[in-house]
């Protein structure tokens, strides 16, 4: 069983592996059957937010270059589809993590009992997963991320997945930034007519606090996300026991 249990674990991991860093769709369908969460697949809907907050914080790191609107584009082009993968691969891991955590989804469904007939639980299609208007469901959803942030803080395994796949996968990208920018030719009037080029070089010093920036961005959503994802397993997994 023990044996079973690690080829098990191996394999979560493998196809985490291919999906996140060898871009490897397949893998992620895989996972998705391994988790058995196909019959929740319509409630499984990640928003994509991350890639949205990383651009607010390149465009605010760019603030005083003239072309600050075209690198932040090229940027956001660059690492989009790498910074989805892994916020889509942090959201099922969430997800499942709520969903199979028992000892939550008693808590959470002794309280929904005290505002619910089961004939009303039934009916729903959501629960808590957007409300959090009743006192003792906040506390309970704050009690619920407390934990989370207690066992990340112990193993820190969302911050060095983020961080290596930031590492293997991002930085490449960033310090090849130069190589990538289109330099775009200026008329300027107030020196004899000159034509001369728009924006400049990025220092190594530049990228590496422009690469900082957008690793520790990443990781302060993707654990966000990863808490948000696990709330939402949980409170499909009470409603599940009543359909």
Known sequence: MATSTVNLWKMYEGLKYNFLFNNDINS??????????????????????????????????????????????????????????????????????????????NILEEKTLNYYTVEEIYDKKYLFQYNLSLDDIKIVRDEFESEINLLEDKDKYIERLTYYFSDEIIKSKIYELNNYIDRQLKMDFNSNSSIKEEGSRFSQDELNKLYDLIAKCLYKNIIQIYKNASWYGLNDKVLNRYS
Do not use: M, Q, S
Request: charged share 30%.
């Open 28 to 105: 992620i369908h895989i996972l998705l059957n391994l988790y058995d969460l196909e019959e929740n697949i319509n409630n499984i809907c990640p928003k994509y937010t991350c890639i949205k907050n990383i651009k607010r914080g390149i465009r605010y790191f760019l603030r005083y270059r003239e072309d600050k609107d075209l690198v932040t584009n090229k940027i956001i082009y660059l690492i989009h589809e790498d910074v989805d993968r892994l916020e889509l691969c942090f959201y099922l891991e969430g997800y499942k993590y709520g969903y199979y955590n028992n000892k939550w989804v």
